[in-house]
């Protein structure tokens, strides 16, 4: 996780500096970031070398080594670190990092986890991304077509459920999991068989909604 997201960033503008103990795998990112340092971040004095405060963002991917990731975000705190971004797998790890010092604590196992879990018991949706408790994007594959006025979206739907966008219709050859372009909404909505339709809501919802209007 570290290395994509580190590479991700310089992808996107920002000036990244990526430390790690091993070796190798600072060997195997030296080229795609601007700066890579070789040292256990546990270790409070070579910690302490760098300007903390000056970085904007200090991102602590460490969530399967706890104890380092804790005493790391201990340690920059005392050193006035700006932001703290961590990682963490459980919920409890979490509250502790956070109690401890740090601004955000992601937990991306944790939500792929509750993802896949609507995925294997909603056979409807193809694929689902919470972003809040209760809520999330799911994505399904039109079987049916559907005309509708753009004035009868948002009844056809309903009040639980929001219309985002269709994506292109699947090709034999193409991957599932890489994402295609939104088609804007024109004033007269037709949906195809094949397209994949986005909805907004609750999982419960919208599943609802696929087997009551959309003919699945």
Known sequence: M???????????????TAVDKDRDKTRRI???VDHVLAFDTTDRRALGSLPIHDFEQIVVCLGHAFEAAERTTLALEDFGAQSIINMATTGQRRDILLAIGADRVLTPGLLQARNLAVELTESLIDAFWFVNREQGLAELTLRTAVELRRDEVDRFFGDK????GVRPPMEPDDDPRKGGPLFSMPSDLVLDAGQRLLLFG?????ARVARKRLGR
């Open 2 to 16: 570290g290395r994509t997201l580190a590479r991700e960033l310089v992808r996107r503008g920002a000036e990244v």
């Open 30 to 32: 030296m080229q795609d």
């Open 161 to 164: 459920v929001r219309f985002v």
């Open 202 to 206: 609750q999982p419960d919802d919208i």
